[in-house]
T-cell receptor, first 115, second 113 residues
Framework: DVKVTQSSRYLVKRTGEKVFLECVQD?????MFWYRQDPGLGLRLIYF???????EKGDIPEGYSVSREKKERFSLILESASTNQTSMYLC??????????????FGDGTRLSIL | GQQLNQSPQSMFIQEGEDVSMNCTSS?????WLWYKQEPGEGPVLLIA?????ELTSNGRLTAQFGITRKDSFLNISASIPSDVGIYFC?????????????FGTGTRLKVLA
């Protein structure tokens, strides 16, 4: 089974701090994604990466950056945390479809609170 | 832009009842995915559909790819308390190729014992 591991289940940080959320997958997947999940808004894509050192902005990249130095690890960085970034953050990974859409596999999420 | 509308948004049902939910898209999809998210967990893939008209089962769950390619349906038979959670549909986004998705806002299911 695919295993996507997020480093923290719960995290509390203060406004202005630089926050790192880590995600590791063990299936050699090329694609990795970061979403945030808020009530009534569903899953919104922040950033994704389709290869090491490659990244693209999603729908809501403002206030975030990412790093992918190794294939198995994808980090989400909140440059200067703000209270409106309090949310559930979900990491996912998938293989390239090669003509067939491949499902994404999710981690258990990090519930981040910014005080 | 693309939108996925799920209905109902939430539902309370009695244990043992059958459940139906659906997802409609503003554009044609070539793939439909259904996920379940339990409280405090990440979404888990339930069923993937790749062909219009396809009907696929996973235990008590059955999903169908609508023939118009703009909708999909998920049915749960004889619900049990562990069916509680949020059910999401998802499909490929625009011209993203084969790896980016758009997700519905979910159907929250609560089962009364």
């Amino acid at each position: 089974d695919v295993k996507v591991t997020q480093s923290s289940r719960y995290l509390v940080k203060r406004t202005g701090e630089k926050v790192f959320l880590e995600c590791v997958q063990d299936m050699d997947h090329e694609n990795m994604f970061w979403y945030r999940q808020d009530p009534g808004l569903g899953l919104r894509l922040i950033y994704f990466s389709y290869d090491v050192k490659m990244k693209e902005k999603g729908d809501i990249p403002e206030g975030y950056s990412v790093s992918r130095e190794k294939k198995e690890r994808f980090s989400l960085i909140l440059e200067s945390a703000s209270t409106n970034q309090t949310s559930m953050y979900l990491c996912a990974s998938s293989t390239p479809g090669r003509g067939l859409v491949q499902p994404q596999h999710f981690g258990d999420g990090t519930r981040l609170s910014i005080l | 832009g693309q939108q996925l509308n799920q209905s109902p948004q939430s539902m309370f049902i009695q244990e043992g009842e059958d459940v139906s939910m659906n997802c409609t898209s503003s554009s044609i999809f070539n793939t439909w995915l259904w996920y379940k998210q339990e409280p405090g967990e990440g979404p888990v893939l339930l069923i993937a559909l790749y062909k219009a008209g396809e009907l696929t089962s996973n235990g008590r769950l059955t999903a169908q790819f609508g023939i118009t390619r703009k909708d999909s349906f998920l049915n749960i038979s004889a619900s049990i308390p562990s069916d509680v959670g949020i059910y999401f549909c998802a499909g490929p986004r625009g011209n993203s190729g084969t790896y980016k998705y758009i997700f519905g806002t979910g159907t929250r299911l609560k089962v009364l014992a």
